[in-house]
């Protein structure tokens, strides 16, 4: 038995809502930071096995940045949506 996959997101309020829908981006709740999912910083500390226990994800950066997460300096996730990053 199986169904379709449910992924866990954050809204801009910080409550997660289940999507059958993937998140774009990535966060980490302690440093409140987001990015791309393949961000290469980001690879790093999920490879290390830590980082994926504070780890959130989001529909889109204009979420991300309304929970109160800040743009990743080195993907600049806000360039992908074509926000500018503030």
């Known amino acids: 038995m199986s169904g379709a996959p449910v992924y866990r997101l954050t ?36 490879a290390r096995g830590t980082y994926s226990k504070n780890r959130v994800f989001f529909a889109d950066a204009t979420t991300a940045q309304a929970a109160g997460y800040r743009a990743c300096k080195v993907c600049r996730p806000m360039h992908d949506n074509g926000d500018d990053l503030k």
Do not use: E, N
Request: proline content about 6%.
């Open 11 to 46: 809204g801009a309020d910080g409550a997660i809502t289940l999507s059958p829908v993937p998140g774009l981006f990535g966060g980490h709740k302690r440093s409140r930071i987001f990015g791309r999912l393949d961000c290469r910083v980001a690879l790093r500390f999920v």
